[in-house]
Every structure is written in C-alpha cells, then in structure tokens.
C-alpha cells in the first residue's frame, strides 16, 4: 500500500519555491512517500554575527527560542512536541542558526508541532530565569570543551585561522559571563527578521499545506536586515601551536580559510578533494598515514564551505611518540598533492565515485532537507543538485592543479598539536 | 485524544506491507532478508555474521574487531584494499562495525551494482588472505582506534568501567574493541583462527534493502554465495550471568570539567515475542524517564534543580546477551557527582513508588511509535533492524508486531517493571571523578625539598 504511492524512482530532487509574504525564502519538496513532514527554519544568525567579547551568544540565542514563548511556557512547548511524536533539531553553525522539525504528516500531530515551532521562532519572551539556566549550562560546556584534546584542537585552530574574526570566536565562560538577557534579545532582534529566513520543507504535503505552513513560520518576524558577515583577511603565514595535555595520542589540525559557498573552484576543490583525504580508502592521506604505517585510525582533509572562506581543514590522532613523523607525513602529502595535483587516474575514479555516488546524497528526506536547506539559504540556483553530477564529471585535471595551486598554500596552513610530544 | 490517535496511525503503517520482508534460505544455511522500497534508487547491502565480541575469550578480546580491520585486507582473489576501491569507484559507500553481539559489513550502491556488493562480500566470506604483515600494520591502527576512543574520551571510559563492574561473568564485561594488553599480544593466527571459526554461510545473514526486486536478489545470492561451503559452527554455550545481589560502584578519575554519572540497570530483553511484555514496558521506561525535553529527568534535574546540564536514558531490548537500562547525566556547573547521583536515583525511584500518569506513558508511547516511522526514512536504519533481529533468533516480522505490543502496556506494568528492574540490588553506577588539567606540581612550593 506505502509502495503504491511512491514517488518515481531517480526522479531526482524537484524543487518548488517562492517567497513568502513575509519575504522569507521558501523551498519545498512534495514527497508521500511517507507520512512524514520535515521543515528547517533557518537565519543568518550563526557564530559569525557574534563579537569576540561575547562569544557564544548566538548559540544562546537560539537555545533560549525553545525556552517560552507568547503561547506556550517551556514546559509546555516540549510536551506539545513530544505529545505530537515529533522531534526538535537545534541546527547551528558558523552562518545558519535555526531548526530543524520532524513530524508525523497526520494533521493533527503536524499541526501541534508546527504551530509550537512557528512560536517560538515568532513569539519567544526569553524568561530571565531560564536565561540563567542556559547561560550556567553553556559555561559547563565551554569548561568541559576545555579539557577534552579535540575540542581544544578544533578551537585553537580556527582561533588560528580566523584572527579576529568571528568564525575563530570561541565561547569561553568569560565571553559568557558578559552576556545578558538584554543582549539575547537584541540579537534575537537584529538577525530574526524574514529578510534572510529560510523555509525549507519536505515530505508529505501538499503545496497548499506547504504554502500555509511556510506564512504560519514567518509572517509574524520583523523585517531585520540581511547584512553578510564580516570579509576574512587571508593570513600571510600560518602558524603553529603546541598545547600540553596528558591525552595518550597528540591531536593534530591543519587548516586554512578558503572556499565560499558560491565560490567558481568549488568544483575543482571538491573533486580534487576526493583523491587527497576525502575519499576514504581511495584518498591519499589514508593510504599514507594509515594503510601505509599505522600511524593513526582516521586521517582525511575537507572543504567546509561557508558565505565567507570557509576552512580547508587537515586531521589526524596519533600516538604522541610518533606526532611529529605523522603531521610531516601529513604536510608532505598535501604539499605533493597542492605542487603536482592528481594522476589522470586518480582524478578518473575520483569522478566515478562522486557521479555514481550522487543517488546516496538525495536517497532519504532528511538528506533531502539538509541539502535543499543549503541551496535556499547560500542561495544556489534551484538545479545546483540536478546539475551536481555533471559539473562534477566536467572537472579537468588542469582545473584542478590550478584551483590547488591559487588557493591552498602549504606555508599558509595554521597547525595545532594538542597534546603535542615533550 | 491526540496521543492515542498517533499511536493508532503509526500501528496502521508499520503493519502496511504484507509481503515485506521477504526471507530466503540457502541450502548452504545462508539467510537472505530482503525487503523492497523503491522510495530511490539505491539500496543498502549487509551481511551480519554471527560472532562478536561475546563470543570471545579472555587474552584475545577484541579479536571480532580486528578481524573485521583484516577484512578489507584481500583475498585469494583481490589485493589489499582493492575491495574499497571497487566499491567506490561504483559510486558506492562500504564500511563495517563489530558489536557483542556480531560484526555486521555493509555496502550502500546504486541499485545496479548490488551485484558487485554481494560478489566482493561473497568473496571475502571464505576467501580471506590474513597476510602477518598486514597484521602488523593493522593492529597498531586498531590501537590508535582504541586510544581515539577510549584511552582519551573519559566518557568512553566510564562506560567501559561500567559494563566490567556490573558483569561478574558474561563476556559483555569486556570491551568489543578489546583491552589494550590483549591488543599488544595479538598475533595474525588469532584473527585467522577466528576467520576460520566463525566465517561461514551458515553463520551469516544477508540482509538486502532498497529499490530491488526479491526474485533478482535471490538470484544473484544463489550465484554468489550458493557455491560456499557450510562449516560446522561450534556449539555456544549459553552464557548466564548470577543474579546481581546489591548496588556495584565504580569510580573513573580522568581529566573533565564536569563531573558525570553513568547508572546502569540490569533489565530483561526480548525472548519470546508471544508472551514477553516487560521489554516494552522499560522501553517506555527508558522513553519517559530520558527520551526528550519533555522527559522526567530533563524536567526535574535540568530545569527545575538545576542538578544536571544534560541527561539522557537508553535501552535496547534485541539483544543476545543480558540486557541493561542506562540513565547518564553530567553534572550542572559547581553541582557534585554525588548530588547529580542522588538526584538520578530520586527521579527514577519514585516511578516505582508513585507509578506514571497515562498521559506521560502516552507521550512516551506515541515517541516510540514516531520513531518507528522516522526509522522507515532510512534503508540503512531499516536494514539494522531486520539483521539485529536476525542475528538474535528472533522472527523478521516481529518488527511489525512492536507498535502493537508497546500500545497495549499499562501504566500499572511500568510501575511493576520499575519496582523490579529500576532498584538498587541490580544497580551499577559509575562515576566520572573528574581531574584538573594541569595539575601544581606537588613539590615545587615545599619548603626543604632541596635537602
């Protein structure tokens, strides 16, 4: 009976969108498949909109949405979500801060979700004792990030690749301490608006329903104002940081700021990334830092793209007696790949793993949602997933070599050892 | 009411689709599961052999784990590593995990290249090449794998400290990845004697799911794995555990801000699907006690006392061996492990004082049934769940049987499951004892340390 109406397979990704009357940017992909309706909420109010002295309040911010709105206390918002068997997702990054809501399609369950959701998105009174309670509970968090080898790693990093600005901020319970109620709801204020909200939903809907959710989530946001983040100044060199833990294996990062979402070497990157730590078993770094001398259980390199250059990051654990071998591995790896790019080989596997891997991006709605989520708010163009495979296999070799060689310079990369060798 | 109609809606779907999963015997004893969905055009590969990490003996735990490292380590037939790249280079994704309970190896392809998927499993199934230098190689990544996740995560710690304090004698009181000194004596034969042992057609379940017609599936099973041999799989003890007759304790010092308690219950698990009613009863349990904002624990200890930062309970009732229920917490800033536990125990045995409200089992209830739903987004989570059941000799279609059994408990079996499962006697709790980053040095402020 579910099979009878399931949607044709391979029909890809069919985007419908418009804007709301609120001017809120909405993408929405009809699916019966199941009886299921997934919808993210999204705002340019991620890390990037925080100050260095108050790091970490948007991510308070958007805690605090969930903590009472003009309808429901805190209390009562949980149980409506549960009562209804849906389940809430804070989605926050460096950019995007929002929700993500999954719910059964029935109109009932639907309906109780999404009118809690649309409240506290549109209505939150931010109490001031549960303000505290969050406030103490982010602090715990920061000092326990503190003490944990990674944490400290990825937070020293990007400290390191994003000097004074807000994409290295992090929280710490200093930056928190100066945090008042006062500024959660300016900022709630200043980055809330519909003029950078982002409706995204998915599944069992009709475009009617879809259209009437989408007004129910954001006729009620002020305006705001949609100003991008601040610009990243490229570092002239990287540096390097060695911080003492007593963890039994030196966590080693190299990063640098690089690639924007909508950026023209996106594809080139990407695919090249394949070949030198994304790939897995297929990738470089693997091969040589694991299959090759079992220096470590996971060694890989990414591009994280985000509205400004996001980082091209490089990790891997090792047992601290052999850090310093591993991360010169690790260098030599990614300085021969920047210097000579891939074989023709390797740059043809790599684009039959990612072409013939597409169906695995789209093939459940949550996947769907996250993907669908990234076009609306970056603002890609509706096909940027149908055209996906074909600007992936377009890639040459020579556009690899020459996005590498513009955009990653090994001398640039900012390195951290946590737990580093005496 | 709004509960009870989302419980009748999730039951009407889960029992929706008669035919599925349809199940298959080898004459060679292999299982084959399939269940179609042609929601996309992908499908999900596993073979789930039956040997994990209970199935070991003491000076070579963790061997089940790394055995399943020497699988993609090549066969007769292909080299080191070929498997992974014929699997990518089809578009493909392939990993492994290893449990207690069995080491399950799985592939996600387009739909045409399911055949690829079952020939490379095929393969390795008998075919293995365990090569003493590989070993080498592998072992020293296992260990690294060993430190990433537990030598250096003081959670992971505790809950290892956990399970070898509450097991007095089933094997669950070892780590699947195992200790590190049975990793240090490792030898390449151990894996090959386990290869040998447990690596047959008729120790595995193939479990096949996604956008494929049965007919074919069963077809390309025959031409793959019909030709391998059956072996005789040793007889399994059943391995018992004494009743636990009082509260165990363990304490873990390792570096951490906050303080973080672990409690474990021992509790039943599902055996016969026909009368069993207490597994379900605790996994509403779990639910209402740990399983959203809205659940007891959060409510009382993160919101109103402010004990807690975080709380969570699990509970999986398909297991082969013993079952447990655990309910962990990190402590507030400036709260106590000692307080945090207290609170945990007051909020959990006050259930089998005081019994639950219906409307909270409702919402428990109408959760669980939701997440049966959320499940069915996933053909890889689908796949899980027909292998785990599989793999612990229960029917395939119990899974349709769940929402029916889980709606009919009453709010007087949960005070009953509580009163017997959720007391102190079979408690273990284990603590987090955390420890400053950088400790003084003791002696560099003594005065007369210089004599």
Not at chain 1, 61 to 73: E, V
Not at chain 2, 402 to 424: C, F, G, H, N, V
């Amino acid at each position: 009976m579910i099979l009878a109406v399931a949607a044709p397979a391979g029909a890809g990704v069919k985007i419908d969108h418009w804007i709301a009357n609120s001017g809120a940017q909405v993408n929405f992909v009809e699916s019966h498949a199941l009886p299921i309706v997934d919808v993210a909420v999204e705002f340019a109010a991620g890390s990037a909109y925080d100050s260095g002295e108050r790091a970490g309040l948007a991510q308070l911010t958007l805690a605090m949405l969930k903590a009472g709105s003009s309808r429901y206390s805190e209390t009562e918002a949980s149980r409506r979500i549960a009562d209804a068997g849906a389940q809430l997702r804070e989605n926050f990054d460096l950019d995007r801060a929002g929700f993500a809501l999954r719910s059964l399609s029935s109109e009932a369950e639907r309906t109780a979700a999404m009118q809690t959701l649309a409240d506290m998105l549109q209505s939150p009174l931010f109490p001031a004792e549960a303000f505290e309670r969050e406030k103490a509970r982010a602090v715990a968090n920061a000092r326990e990030a503190e003490t944990q080898p990674d944490r400290v790693a990825e937070r020293r990093l990007y400290a390191l690749m994003y000097p004074e600005h807000p994409y290295g901020f992090s929280e710490t319970s200093d930056t928190l301490a100066l945090i008042s109620r006062e500024d959660v709801e300016r900022h709630y204020r200043a980055h809330y608006g519909s003029a950078r909200a982002t409706v995204t939903i998915v599944g069992d809907l009709s475009r009617d329903a879809a259209r009437t959710l989408a007004e129910e989530l954001t006729s009620r946001l002020s305006k705001g104002t949609d100003f991008a983040p601040a610009p990243v100044t490229a570092r002239t060199v990287g540096t390097t940081l060695r911080v003492a833990h007593p963890s039994t294996q030196s966590h080693v990062l190299l990063g640098v700021a690089s690639l924007t979402r909508g950026d023209p070497d996106y594809f080139p990157l990407f695919v090249g990334n394949y070949t030198l730590g994304g790939g897995g078993f297929a990738s470089r770094l693997l091969r040589e830092v694991r299959e090759k001398r079992g220096y470590a259980y996971s060694a890989y390199s990414y591009f994280r793209p985000y509205e400004r250059e996001g980082p091209f990051l490089v990790g891997l654990e090792t047992r601290r007696d052999q850090a310093r071998e591993a991360l010169e591995l690790a260098r030599s790896v990614v300085g021969e790949f920047v210097k000579h790019g891939p074989t023709e080989t390797e740059l043809k596997a790599a684009k039959k793993s990612l072409v013939g891997g597409f169906p695995l991006r789209i093939d459940t709605n949550r996947k769907i949602l996250e993907q669908v989520a990234a076009i609306g708010f970056y603002r890609l163009p509706l096909d940027w997933l149908d055209e996906f495979p074909a600007r992936v296999q377009g890639v040459t070799l020579a556009q690899v070599r020459s996005a590498f060689a513009r955009r990653i310079d090994p001398e640039k990369l900012s390195i951290v050892v946590v737990g580093a060798p005496d | 009411m709004i509960p009870s109609r989302a419980a009748f809606f999730a039951l009407a779907l889960a029992s929706g689709v008669q035919a599925n999963p349809h199940e298959f015997t080898l004459p060679n004893g292999l299982r084959l599961v399939v269940k179609e969905d042609h929601r996309a055009p992908t499908v999900v590969h596993q073979v789930w052999y039956r040997a994990g990490s209970m199935d070991e003996a003491p000076g070579t735990t963790g061997v089940a784990h790394v055995l399943e490292h020497m699988m993609f380590k090549g066969t007769r037939r292909f080299g080191p590593g070929e498997f992974s790249r014929l699997v990518a280079e089809a578009g493909g994704r392939d990993n492994a995990f290893t449990s207690t309970d069995f080491t399950v190896y799985h592939e996600q392809v387009h739909r045409d290249r399911l055949p690829l998927a079952m020939q490379l499993e095929a393969d390795r199934m008998a075919n293995l090449v365990i090569r003493p230098e590989e070993f080498a190689r592998e072992i020293k990544v296992v260990m690294e794998e060993r430190r990433r996740s537990y030598e250096d995560r003081p959670r992971s710690l505790l809950i290892e400290n956990l399970l070898a304090t509450a097991f007095a004698a089933h094997p669950y009181k070892w780590p699947t990845i195992g200790w590190m000194q049975d990793l240090e004596n490792m030898s390449w034969r151990d894996a090959r004697a386990w290869y040998k042992q447990w690596y047959a057609p008729n120790n595995a379940i193939v479990v096949v799911v996604g956008d494929v017609e049965p007919e074919k599936v069963l077809a390309w099973a025959r031409r793959y794995y019909g030709a391998l041999a059956p072996k005789a799989i040793p007889a399994r003890k059943a391995l018992g555990e004494p009743v636990q007759r009082g509260l165990k304790r363990v304490t873990v010092k390792a570096q951490a801000e906050l303080p973080y308690v672990r409690l474990g219950y021992k509790a039943p698990v599902l055996r016969d699907v026909a009368k069993d009613w207490e597994p379900f009863a605790v996994s509403l349990l779990a639910e209402l006690l740990g399983g959203s904002d809205a659940a007891r624990l959060h409510q009382v200890l993160v919101r109103e006392r402010r004990v807690a930062s975080s709380v969570s309970a699990d509970y999986e009732m398909i297991s082969r061996g013993p079952g447990m229920l655990f309910v962990e917490a990190a402590a507030a800033q400036g709260r106590s492990g000692a307080e945090l536990e207290a609170g945990l125990r007051e909020v959990i045995a006050r259930i089998a004082a005081d019994g639950v409200a219906a409307e909270e089992l409702n919402r428990a209830r109408v959760q669980l049934l939701a997440q049966l739903v959320y499940k069915r987004d996933s053909f890889f989570a689908q796949a899980l769940e027909l292998g785990e059941l599989g793999s612990s000799g229960l029917p395939y279609r119990d899974a349709d049987f769940i929402p029916e059994r889980l709606k009919a408990i009453t709010t007087e079996q949960i005070r009953s499951a509580a009163a017997r499962y959720l007391a102190d006697d079979g408690l273990t709790v284990a603590v987090l004892d955390p420890q400053p980053l950088n400790p003084r040095p003791a002696s560099a402020a003594v005065p007369g340390a210089k004599h």
